[in-house]
């Protein structure tokens, strides 16, 4: 009865206390922002992109003719030809141009920023599991240690004659179990840093942190809803392919008026020579047809794919909110109940002194463990989901 009080007073303890990382993930993030070959591979990828659509916004290419024509029979002589023309829009389709370039390169930069953004949470969460490892390897290492000193004991015990067979395969199984778990443990972390090592750019990744870094959940979740859709940029990129469609659909309206050309034109025959001004006009009678509908069809479903994406992001940030609530309070209610007591040192005290028996220490123990166990799973569980919400302040 005295055994169970102690351990319904003591079996609330985790050292899981948040406590400050002093920006541990933060450096190993920018790291891999750094080196990171697919980030590396989408930046160039992107600045190609942004030079690609700079290309259209220019005069077209001069055009230069030359004909030198031999006359027959030879005493009219030969003739020469020459023109320089120029073609070009009007100024307001210019200006359209490079509207819709920039705009499109803003496009650009927001896709940028999503797969920077998606491949950075990737990496945080593999971080937050790193720190989980870290910490219950730590606590693994106690329990082999208490482990190895019970089976020390009931070796020493069976020697004197007062234990039985029994109890020391107890407790040597007991040994064995905790030193299977920590090295299952182990090789999961190693798999861990090895994923983190691959988004570094091959380089390997050093977190030892065993505690989580201290976050607050937005206190209001409307409020920080609105923040939150003005800096996705995922949003912002739905949002601004809507202001490309619009500028490619006035461009291409205003494509319907004629463009225009002019230069210079000389010819030259025995004797005389005609030089001066040449003009001309592309009327677009045929070329744009279907062209202005189509424009209006691409700015219709981009205007929806922008309301679908404000939607679609609103319900799954309100049902990430929730969760993370959620989570957060059972991690809170584990930190709250828990005490400062070490249950295991006690329980082997007891056991060392003949309070209770092997059995009941191992049923007691295992007891212990799970909740810290459940508490360590509790408290990685909300990091991530709240790492998840706030993924767009990366």
């Keep these: 009865m005295k055994t169970n009080i102690i ?30 070959y697919t980030l590396i591979a989408l930046r160039k990828t992107a600045d190609a992109q942004m030079l690609e659509n700079k290309t259209g916004i220019y005069l077209s290419n001069p055009e230069i003719d ?53 491949i950075l949470l990737d990496a945080k969460q593999l971080c937050i599991d790193l720190i989980y490892y870290n910490s219950i390897i730590e606590e693994l290492e106690k329990r082999l240690s208490h482990a190895q000193r019970i089976a020390e004991i009931y070796e020493k015990r069976l020697s004197e004659g007062d234990a039985n067979m ?28 090895s994923k983190l090592m691959q988004l570094n750019g091959g380089e390997a990744i050093s977190l030892n942190d065993k505690y989580s ?6 206190p209001n979740f409307e409020e920080w809803y ?18 490309v469609s619009k500028d490619f659909a006035r461009i291409t309206r205003a494509k319907r008026l004629p463009t225009f050309s002019a230069g210079f034109m000389s010819e030259k025959i025995v004797g005389e020579t005609f030089q001066g001004i040449k003009v001309g ?23 929806a794919r922008r309301a679908d994406g404000i939607q679609k992001f609103y319900i799954e940030v309100k049902n990430q909110y929730s969760k993370a609530m959620g989570l957060n309070e059972i991690s809170q209610n584990y930190r709250n109940l828990l005490s400062s ?51 767009v302040e990366l």
Aim: hydrophobic residues 45%; contains cysteine.
């Design 281 to 303: 006009i592309s009327v677009p009678l045929w070329e744009n047809k279907n062209q202005v509908a189509h424009a209006k069809a691409s700015v219709n479903a981009a205007e």
């Design 213 to 218: 870094e201290a976050i607050l959940l937005p």
């Design 341 to 391: 007591s070490n249950s295991s040192d006690l329980l082997q005290k007891a056991l060392e002194a003949g309070e209770i028996s092997l059995l009941n220490y191992l049923n007691e123990i295992s007891l212990y463990y799970d909740t810290v166990n459940l508490a360590l799973e509790a408290e990685r569980d909300f990091q991530k989901a709240i790492a998840q919400l706030l993924a």
């Design 166 to 193: 029994l109890d020391l395969n107890k407790a040597q199984l007991n040994l064995l179990n905790a030193q299977v778990e920590l090295q299952r443990k182990e090789v999961e972390r190693d798999a861990l840093l």
């Design 226 to 243: 609105a923040h939150a859709e003005q800096i996705n940029p995922v949003l912002l990129f739905v949002r601004q392919e809507v202001e």
């Design 7 to 36: 351990l319904i007073g003591t079996i609330f303890f985790l050292k899981c206390s948040l406590i400050l990382s002093q920006n541990s993930i933060s450096e190993v993030l920018q790291s891999i922002e750094d080196k990171n």
């Design 66 to 118: 030359f004909g030198y024509l031999w006359g027959k029979p030879n005493i009219i002589g030969n003739r020469t030809d020459f023109s320089a023309m120029q073609a070009f829009d009007i100024p307001t389709i210019t200006g359209m141009k490079s509207r819709l370039s920039y705009k499109q390169n803003v496009s650009v930069e927001m896709l940028l920023k999503a797969e920077r953004m998606s």
